[in-house]
C-alpha cells in the first residue's frame, strides 16, 4: 500500500503539471479523483499500522511509517492545488507555460496513429523508459481514463492518448513512434517586456524543478538511510522558502503594470504548492537525520518496489562513464534514469547540469524504471546480481563478470 500511494501521489503531480501545462480541465479533475482514491488507501494504511503496533516499541517504530504517509498525503494535496489553477481558472500567464517546455523534466501527451509503431503493442515491448527516457503516466481512450494499472501488458491502440513524463530529449523519439507530426512547444505572445514578471516565471520553473528534485531525495534518503542526504534536502527545503519570497515580490510589483491582478493568482498558487513540496520531503528526513528515531525497515522495502526504483552506485575507474559528460551519457533518454545528485568529495552536487563530468570514485544516486538498472550499472563499470537467498542487490566489477 506503501508502494502505491507513493506512486499515485507521484502521479498526480505529474498529471497536475500536465493539465496546467495543457489547460486540460478533464485531467485536472482526474487529479482530484485519485485524492479521493489516496484517502480512502491513506486509512486502510492507518488501520494497519495501528493493528500491528504491540508493543510501545512498536509503536515508535510505527510512527515513522504514520509520519511518512500523512507527507504523501500533502503531496498529493499539493498537486490538487496545482490542478485547481485550471479547474478554477486561476490565470497563468503564457510566459510560464512556454518556460514549463525548458524544465528538466515536462510533461507530453501524444496522439498514438493507426500504422505507427506504437499501435498494437504492449507497453512493454516498447520500453519507453528505457528508451525516450519518458514513462508513461496516463492514457485516454475515448471518454475513459486510464491512470491506474499502467503495466506493460496494457496495449496501446490507435486513437489512445497518451500522458508522458519525463525530459524534453525524449519528446522527439515519442512523437516518431507515435506517427505523430512535428511539435513546437508553447510559445509567449509578443508583448513589452516584464522584468519582473519574467523573473518570477523563471524562479517558479526552478522551484518546480527543485521541489521535485527535494522529494525524489527524501525517498532516497530514506531507502538508502543517508543522514548526508538528509541534510542536502534540508538546504532544498531553504531555498524553495527564499525563492517563493522573491517571487511573491516580484508578481506584486508586476501586477503594478497595468497588468490584471486576476491573471498572477496562478502564479503564487503555484509558488506555494512547490514549496510545501519541498516541505514535506524535509519531513520525511527528519526521521533519518535524527539518530533517536527508528525508520521502520517496511519505508525501505516498499519504496524499493516502486515504479521507479533508487539506484546508487560509484563510478568505476575506465568505466565508460569515467570521464564522460552527463550530455555525452544521455542516461535520461536511455536507461531512462534522472540523476538525483552525485556524491564527490565528502558533498553533493543535486541535480548536476548536462556539462558535469563524472569522475571515477563518483558516487551516482539516480532515479528511474527498474529495467534499466543493469543498462546504468554497466555504464558504470558494473554488472547487477541479486541474492538468491535474500533478493538483494549486489554490484560485481564487470571486467571480472564477463572474464
Known amino acids: 500500500m506503501l508502494a502505491e500511494a507513493k506512486d499515485t501521489s507521484e502521479l498526480m503531480v505529474d498529471l497536475a503539471y500536465a493539465a496546467l501545462y495543457f489547460g486540460d480541465p478533464d485531467m485536472a479533475e482526474e487529479v482530484g479523483e485519485l485524492q479521493d482514491d489516496l484517502q480512502e488507501l491513506a486509512s486502510d494504511m492507518r488501520s494497519v499500522c495501528v493493528l500491528s503496533a504491540r508493543t510501545p516499541q512498536d509503536a515508535a517504530a510505527m510512527s515513522s511509517v504514520l509520519q511518512v504517509i500523512d507527507c504523501i498525503l500533502?503531496?498529493?494535496?499539493?498537486?490538487?492545488?496545482?490542478?485547481?489553477?485550471?479547474?478554477?481558472?486561476?490565470g497563468i500567464p503564457a510566459e510560464l507555460v512556454a518556460d514549463l517546455s525548458n524544465?528538466?523534466?515536462?510533461?507530453?501527451?501524444?496522439?498514438?496513429?493507426?500504422?505507427?509503431?506504437?499501435?498494437?503493442?504492449?507497453?512493454?515491448?516498447?520500453?519507453?523508459?528505457?528508451?525516450?527516457?519518458?514513462?508513461v503516466t496516463a492514457i485516454r481512450r475515448g471518454r475513459e481514463w486510464i491512470?491506474?494499472?499502467?503495466?506493460?501488458?496494457?496495449?496501446?491502440?490507435?486513437?489512445?492518448?497518451?500522458?508522458?513524463?519525463?525530459?524534453?530529449?525524449?519528446?522527439?523519439?515519442?512523437?516518431?513512434?507515435?506517427?505523430?507530426?512535428?511539435?513546437?512547444?508553447?510559445?509567449?505572445?509578443d508583448g513589452p517586456a516584464l522584468s519582473d514578471l519574467d523573473r518570477a516565471v523563471d524562479v517558479l520553473v526552478e522551484m518546480k524543478n527543485l521541489?521535485?528534485?527535494?522529494?525524489?531525495?527524501?525517498?532516497?534518503?530514506?531507502?538508502?538511510?543517508?543522514?548526508?542526504?538528509?541534510?542536502?534536502?534540508?538546504?532544498l527545503?531553504?531555498?524553495?522558502?527564499?525563492?517563493?519570497d522573491r517571487l511573491e515580490l516580484w508578481v506584486l510589483r508586476a501586477a503594478g503594470r497595468d497588468l490584471d491582478p486576476a491573471a498572477l493568482r496562478g502564479l503564487l498558487h503555484l509558488s506555494q504548492a512547490a514549496e510545501d513540496l519541498g516541505n514535506q520531503a524535509k519531513q520525511m528526513v527528519?526521521?533519518?537525520?535524527?539518530?533517536?528515531?527508528e525508520v521502520h525497515p517496511i519505508l525501505a522495502i516498499a519504496f524499493g518496489e516502486t515504479d521507479e526504483v533508487v539506484f546508487?552506485?560509484?563510478?568505476?575507474?575506465?568505466?565508460?562513464?569515467?570521464?564522460?559528460?552527463?550530455?555525452?551519457?544521455?542516461?535520461?533518454?536511455?536507461?531512462?534514469?534522472?540523476?538525483?545528485?552525485?556524491?564527490?568529495?565528502?558533498?553533493?552536487?543535486?541535480?548536476?547540469?548536462?556539462?558535469?563530468?563524472?569522475l571515477a570514485e563518483d558516487e551516482l544516486i539516480a532515479q528511474g524504471p527498474s529495467e534499466g538498472r543493469g543498462a546504468?550499472?554497466?555504464?558504470l563499470g558494473w554488472a547487477v546480481e541479486f541474492d538468491e537467498d535474500t533478493g538483494e542487490m549486489e554490484l560485481q566489477p564487470l571486467d571480472e563478470v564477463r572474464l
Open 147 to 189: 491512470t491506474d494499472d499502467i503495466d506493460g501488458d496494457v496495449v496501446l491502440l490507435p486513437s489512445d492518448v497518451i500522458f508522458l513524463h519525463g525530459p524534453p530529449a525524449g519528446i522527439t523519439r515519442i512523437r516518431e513512434m507515435a506517427g505523430a507530426p512535428y511539435w513546437q512547444p508553447a510559445t509567449p505572445d
Open 286 to 293: 527528519w526521521l533519518v537525520e535524527d539518530p533517536d528515531d
Open 376 to 379: 546504468l550499472a554497466e555504464m
Open 74 to 90: 500533502r503531496i498529493a494535496d499539493d498537486a490538487g492545488a496545482i490542478a485547481r489553477i485550471v479547474t478554477h481558472r486561476l
Open 312 to 358: 546508487q552506485a560509484p563510478v568505476a575507474p575506465g568505466a565508460r562513464a569515467d570521464g564522460a559528460s552527463l550530455n555525452e551519457l544521455a542516461l535520461d533518454v536511455e536507461p531512462g534514469f534522472q540523476v538525483l545528485a552525485i556524491r564527490r568529495a565528502g558533498g553533493y552536487l543535486y541535480r548536476p547540469r548536462g556539462s558535469v563530468v563524472l
Open 103 to 135: 524544465a528538466e523534466e515536462v510533461a507530453h501527451r501524444v496522439l498514438v496513429r493507426d500504422g505507427s509503431h506504437m499501435a498494437h503493442r504492449p507497453l512493454a515491448g516498447l520500453e519507453l523508459p528505457t528508451v525516450t527516457g519518458m514513462r
Open 211 to 235: 521541489s521535485e528534485v527535494a522529494v525524489g531525495l527524501a525517498y532516497s534518503a530514506l531507502v538508502l538511510r543517508d543522514p548526508l542526504l538528509a541534510a542536502e534536502v534540508k538546504q
Open 237 to 244: 527545503e531553504d531555498r524553495l522558502d527564499e525563492m517563493k
